[in-house]
Every structure is written in C-alpha cells, then in structure tokens.
C-alpha cells in the first residue's frame, strides 16, 4: 500500500477546493484511505492518519471512528505518538462514551513516567476530560506530583486538581496539605494555578474559605511584589507586571473578603495601591482596576475606598471603547443602591451616555439615570429624560415612559408639574405607554381639582388636529366631558385662557369619532365625553341629541351599545340624566396599578361612566372564571372571589384568573379591593361573615409553623397562618414577599387559585413594590373557607419587573401544616 499524503499536504489541498462540494469529495476520499489503513493495523503511519484525522475533525467533519487509534497512539511508546494520541483523546472523547475509561490506565502509568513531559500530557489530558470515575482513580497520583519541586509538572498539576475538585468535590480535603507551600513559588506560572486551584475550594467550600482566610497577607504581599517590581520581560504585558496573576489574586482576595472584616481590612491598602498606581491608558491596565472595583464592593471596605472605586468607573465612562463604557455602567447599576451619593457625582457622564450610539450603552444609561432620580434632581432628570424619549428609537420608548411614570409620581415636586410631565409623555409616545397610564393620569387630574381648567384647556390645545398619540386623545376626550364647561368658561387662571364655544368643542369631540387613527375605545370615551357635556352645555343639547342617535345603529357593537344606553337616558330616564352625568368623585387610589374607578377589559381601558348601566339582577357568570382555572389537574377548582368593580364580569375575571400563562395579562390586575364599590354579586356565606363584632383569632394560631411558598430568582413568599376564633372553617394565610437581589422588584402581583371545595379571597397588598436586599416586605393576606377541612393546595402565579424585565412564573403550594387545615 502506497504511503499516505502528509498532513500539511492534505491541507494544501483542501485550500485549493473551490465548492464546498469538492471539498467534501476531497475529505471522503482521504477519510476512506484512512479507514482502509486502520483495518491493516498499519502502525507506520497511524500518527500522521490520526493528525490529518484530527484537522478534519476541526474542520467539521465526522472523526469519531478514530477514537480506538487514539488509544493505541496513547499505548504508544514514542513521544511523538503519544503527543498525537492524547490530542486526539482530548478532542474525539469525554466521558459520555465509556471508551474513555480505556484510557485510565495508561494515564496512571505516564503520570509516574520519567520524562516530564509525558506526565505533562497525561495531566493535560486528565484535566481535560477526565470522568468522575477517572478522577477518583488518579487523584492520587495528581496529589503526589502537586507536592513534586518540578514547577513546569506542578502548574499542570494545581489544574488538574481544580478539575478533579469540580468532578469530585469530596477529594478537596487530599489536596489541602499540597496546598500550604504553593503560593511560596517564584514561578509565576504556578502562583498563577495555586491562585485558581485556592479560589475553586473556596467557592465551593465555606470550610476552606475559613481556613485560608488565614492566607491574606501573604496574598497581599505577592500582590505589591508584583505592582511594586520594576520590568520583568517574561512576564510584562503593556507595560504591567504579569496582570493575568493580578486579576486572579484580586478575584480570590474578593471571595475571602466577603462578609468578613478582618480579611478586608487587611487588603484595604493594597487594593488602594493597586486603584491609583495602575496605568489606565492600556487595556490591560483597565482589567486589572475593573477587578479591584469589584473587589471592593463586594468586601466590607472602607467608605474612602468605594468612593474611589466608582470614581474610577466614572473615569470608565470618558473611555473611547464602548465595552469599557458598558461594563462602568452596568457596575455602576449594581452599586448605586448602596452608595448612592456617591454615584450621583457621575451623573452628567452618565446622563451624556444615553446620546451615545451603542443601543447596549444606551439602555444600560437610562436604566441608571432612573435609579438616580430623587427628590433633588427630578425636574433636571426628566428633562433629561423626556429629550431622550423624544430622540430614542422606538424599543426603548416603552421602558423610558414606564421610567418616567415612575418617578413622576414618586418625586413629583407639584401636581402641575406632574400633569405637564405625563402629558408631555402621552404626546411623544403616547402608543408605547402602558396599559394603566390612561386611568393614572385620569386619576392624578380628578384627585387634582384646583388644576382642572388649567388641564382641559392644555389638552384640548394639545388634540387640536392631531390623533395620532391614541392615550393622550382618551384623557382629553374624558376631561371635555368632565370639564368642558370649564373651558368654555374661560376660568383658566395658570395661563392664558382661550376663548372656546361649545360648537367648537363639540367639532374636536366629533372628529374623534370619525377620524381613522381612532380606535374603538376612544371612540367610546368622545362618545361618553359628548354625553356628558349634555348636562354641562346649554346651547347644544340638541346637536348632542342628534350625534348620539346617529351611532345607535354603528357597526361597532360596544360604540352601539353606548349609544343605544344614551339615546334611552334621554328620552326615558331624562329626570335621571344629571344625577347619572354628574362630575365624578375624587378617586381614592388603592394600587399603584390603576386609580378604583378605572376597569381594565381585554387590556383596553374603558372610562367609569359605563357604570350607568342597569345592573344585572341575577348572578354574576362565573363559568369562564371555572374554565381558566383548571390549574391541578381537575375540574375541581374554584375562582378567586373578585374583590374589584368591574363592568363585564366575565371577561374581567376570566382575565384576572387565568393562571395557566396562555394569556397576556395586559392590564392593570384587579384583585386589590375597594371594599366601597364591590358590585352586590350573589354568593354563599363567606369569610368576614360575623367576625367584625367578636375576636377574629383563637389560640391555635400561634402554634402553627410558617413555611417558604416560593424561593426562585432572589423572590421569596413566606406564608403565615391564623385561624377564626367563629368559625374554625377559616384560615387567614399572610404572604410576605422579600427580594434579596440588588435591584426592586415592581409592578409585583400575587395571584392565586384553590380547589372547589374551598372559597378564597385576595385582599390589597401591602404595596406593588418589592424593595432590594431585603430592606423590606410586601404583605397580603388571604381568606380560606374549608368547611369540609381538606388538605389545602394552591397554586400561586407571581407576575413583576425586574432588571428591565417582565418576569411571570407558576407554583404549586402543597406543604401547608396540618394545623393550618384540619
């Protein structure tokens, strides 16, 4: 058989093919003449068929059949065979297939072998893809060449025993006597791998972190040799000392720092020295302050030291490379809970970051700049803010008018800068707000009553010819309707009144209704806003007549069915037709999701005065509610009974308890309480029947232990437990939300579903904010009736925002104590 071509001849060759499928013929072909030489057990060339194997195999195509020539090369004893074998063990095997375990124990053998450099291979190789089976077979021998004074087979060896460690956590303890005399090593290779093998035992092992606490000063030590030492040509990078052993000391320093003071006051110093003695002009000068700011956060450092640490990322945000600029800010967004003055120093850097053209940067800078809004800044921010929503593309919009919801309630310093702020955002995004900003606003403006010419006249200057911003025309056409006599009046004593008639409002109303870009529901709110103004005008009720006749035969159903409605107010109930029209109330606001008198339907709001509907005399339908509940496997559930008003009970419920996840939940959630408004629903005795004149808990509650509902992603539920003291069939469950990430958790609703045979009621939570690091709780409680005391199931759905996220997941509660329902 003639001898095969080289490996570097075949690669010239596969360079000359000029398809794809010409080089595929071209592997096939030699993959055949490879094949045909295994079967011969030709031993001559079996190095150079697996090399040019192992560049196919690089290439993408099928190598597997050499694995079993790989072996043989490792049983091998030529250096050059082994080289090739043990390459092409650590390429075409893991320990998936239990080939591998063929290997042990020509490994053991070339671990004691007397040439260094196939022990270095047997180490690399064991390191590489050795099983658990394999590493408990040889850790021994991995041990033994940890201890030798070779330093080129002991680096080898400190990372073959990290991936021991990892395969096999329980032989840390064998390499802890190796581990007393490594970080004495001058070498700096094997200073760099006793570093990562000390960091691998002191993540996963909070006995080791204890006991190399002890190891600090001598770190620090090798830490100022290193940033102290002149130049070193083996091993100077840019002008640095060795900063790849630099990075890996700060990273451990950080581990044996963290949550204990003796240790971080001990490399307090150093990592000052390292923050102002490193060249940030290069790159890798960067790296090496970008691990000292992480060290020093996460260790207990002292106040002049964190000070220092977010100067240097605010000097990160003047760097030309954009993975610098990004990097500081996400830093930043970690911190600015903690150290929040001291952050805010960098605020016009980072405000100046959201003109930058990097979408990342971008995102992560308005991210920051709402995280340091407060009461000080927040007419300096918005504008800010509301430049940026102006100018940004449009997948930011969503989030930046969220953002600026937020903190405009939160910090407003005047209700009429309020108005003016969410006004100004209705007018620049108005289609990308979300679903409760209609209500919100209304609500702001009804609760904000010395401000009500001054807000009518602003937006109906601000709809003059211009429908495009759909939430923005639903406010206005909802406060005409309240207040259109105001602005005909002129009363405006903020600005300039102008001088309307009521021909001329009714003419914007009435362009509402036919224009194009109006969608059903704010057709629905101008058609309202006319109705009302019928008690508030005097010249035009006539006209008013006509326009509300003339969509009672629409072909929109819901727009026909107000005006159907309204057409009956005038001529049958017309004595009722002021009362039913008459300016609503202040609103009392029990969520931050949406004001009481505002109902969300299909994610479309729809404005209060379609309360003026004759209620329904039977009962409330609840079969779709039963539907969407089907949640443990059965048709046994019952809905949460609803504690909110809402307009169409089906749909609303339906919507509130669909805990299966199929469908959006783009509304405000209804289930926080206004006990004033609960519509007359026909329902069994239920929970607070006959409790409020009479102890509500007996002695047994304190005997039942509370347990953990959920812990996921930072979240934790605990529920605690209370029984009536008249009637032993009720148990009140207390939630207690708690999130020990670095950020808050918003928009959070708790939603639930128990079987039929139980009843349950959701009363308002305590907030819809969970604060960070565990500063603080949200409490709701719950009401079970189980009257016939079965074991208790739940199943829990939580819905929140969280890092710029909406975050939504399923859990099921089974480990309620038998105290809590027997």
């Known amino acids: 058989m003639p001898a095969p071509i080289r490996l570097r001849e075949l690669i010239r060759t596969i360079r000359t093919a000029r398809t794809q499928a010409e080089e595929r013929e071209m592997i096939q072909k030699e993959c055949a003449a490879i094949r045909s030489s295994f079967r011969e057990e030709d031993n001559t060339y079996r190095c150079r068929n697996v090399a040019k194997l192992l560049y196919m195999h690089m290439l993408g195509y099928p190598a597997h059949f050499g694995q079993l020539e790989c072996l043989k090369l490792i049983a091998s004893q030529k250096f050059t065979d082994k080289r090739i074998g043990y390459l092409g063990a650590m390429l ?51 041990e033994k060449l940890l201890k030798t004074s070779n330093s080129y087979l002991r680096k080898k060896a400190a990372l073959c025993a990290v991936h021991v460690i990892r395969k096999v956590p329980e032989l840390m303890e064998m390499f802890l006597p190796a581990t007393k005399n490594l970080l004495n090593e001058k070498n700096h290779g094997v200073l760099h791998t006793s570093v990562v093998l000390l960091t691998e035992m002191c993540e996963r092992s909070p006995d080791m972190l204890a006991h190399f606490r002890k190891l600090v000063p001598q770190l620090v030590r090798i830490l100022k040799n290193l940033i102290m030492s002149g130049y070193s ?84 945000l003047l760097n030309n490379d954009k993975n610098i600029r990004y990097v500081a800010l996400t830093s930043l967004l970690k911190t600015v809970q903690t150290d929040h003055n001291a952050v805010q120093r960098h605020r016009s850097t980072i405000v100046d970051c959201l003109k930058d053209l990097d979408v990342s940067i971008k995102r992560r800078a308005m991210e920051l700049s709402f995280a340091l809004v407060n009461g000080n800044n927040i007419r300096g921010m918005m504008k800010e803010l509301l430049y940026f929503l102006d100018s940004c593309e449009p997948e930011f919009k969503a989030d930046c008018a969220s953002g600026i919801f ?7 310093p005047s209700k009429r800068w309020h108005i003016d702020t969410i006004m100004r955002v209705l007018t620049t995004a108005g289609s990308y707000v979300r679903d409760d900003a209609v209500p919100n606003l209304i609500q702001l403006i009804t609760n904000s009553v010395e401000m009500h010419a001054y807000t009518v006249q602003r ?84 006209r008013i007549k006509k326009v509300v006749s003339i969509y009672g035969s629409s072909i929109d159903v819901e727009l026909q069915q107000r005006a159907v409605e309204y057409n009956a107010l005038f001529k ?27 109902v969300q339907t299909n994610g479309e709001t729809e404005p209060a005065p379609l309360e003026t509907k004759p209620p329904p005399s039977g009962p409330q339908p609840t079969s779709q509610a039963n539907d969407l509940l089907d949640l443990l496997g059965g048709n046994d559930i019952t809905p949460v009974i609803p504690t909110a008003p809402t307009s169409k009970p089906a749909s609303a419920g339906g919507e509130l308890l669909d805990l299966l996840g199929d469908i959006t939940l783009t509304g405000a959630p209804t289930a926080a309480p206004t006990p004033a408004s609960v519509p007359q629903i026909s329902q069994p005795p239920f929970l607070l029947d006959g409790l409020s004149s009479q102890p509500l808990f007996n002695d047994i509650s304190a005997g039942i232990p509370s347990i953990t509902a ?32 670095e950020l808050d958790m918003t928009d959070f609703v708790f939603q639930a579903a128990v079987p039929k045979t139980f009843q349950l009621q959701l009363l308002s939570p305590s907030s819809s904010i969970v604060p960070a690091f565990n500063t603080g709780t949200i409490t709701q409680v719950i009401k079970v009736l189980n009257p016939q005391k079965q074991q208790l199931r739940m199943r829990i759905k939580l819905t929140y925002n969280h890092k710029g996220s909406a975050m939504q997941d399923l859990a099921e509660v089974n480990n309620f104590p038998p105290q809590s329902w027997q």
């Open 92 to 142: 075409l095997l893991d320990e998936r297939q239990d080939v591998h375990l063929l290997m042990t124990n020509c490994i053991k053998n070339d671990l004691n072998h007397s040439t260094q450099f196939v022990q270095g291979l047997a180490l690399c190789t064991l390191g590489c893809m050795g099983s658990s089976e394999m590493c408990r077979d040889l850790a021994g021998e991995v």
């Open 233 to 316: 040509p083996e091993h100077d990078v840019s002008g640095i000392s060795d900063p790849f052993l630099q990075v890996r000391i700060l990273r451990l320093l950080r581990i044996l720092g963290r949550n204990d003071d003796d240790s971080s006051e001990a490399m307090n110093d150093i990592l000052a020295q390292v923050a102002t003695n490193t060249e940030t002009s290069k790159n890798v000068g960067n790296a090496i302050l970008y691990e000292t700011v992480l060290t020093i956060m996460d260790i207990k450092s002292e106040s002049g030291l964190r000070v220092l640490a977010i100067n240097i990322l605010g000097r990160f």
């Open 406 to 412: 937020l903190a405009a309630e939160k910090y407003a």
């Open 459 to 542: 937006l109906y200057k601000a709809i003059l010819g211009d429908y495009s911003q759909q939430p923005l025309v639903q406010v206005a056409a909802w406060c005409i309707g309240e207040y259109g006599d105001l602005l005909v009046s002129g009363q405006c004593e903020e600005e300039e009144p102008i001088q309307v008639t009521e021909d001329e409002v009714l003419d914007i109303l009435e362009s509402v209704l036919i224009s194009n870009m109006s969608t059903s529901v704010t057709r629905g709110y101008a058609l309202t806003a006319i109705m009302k103004l019928s008690t508030r005008f005097t010249c035009t009720v006539n």
């Open 572 to 598: 049958k109930y017309d004595h009722m037709r002021s009362a039913l029209l008459e300016r609503m109330p202040v609103m009392e606001k029990v969520t931050t999701n949406g004001p009481t008198d505002i």
């Open 710 to 741: 959920y812990s996921k992603n930072g979240l934790k539920i605990e529920f605690t437990f209370e029984r009536s003291n008249t009637n032993p069939s009720v148990t009140v469950i207390t939630i207690q939300a708690s999130n020990s990430t």
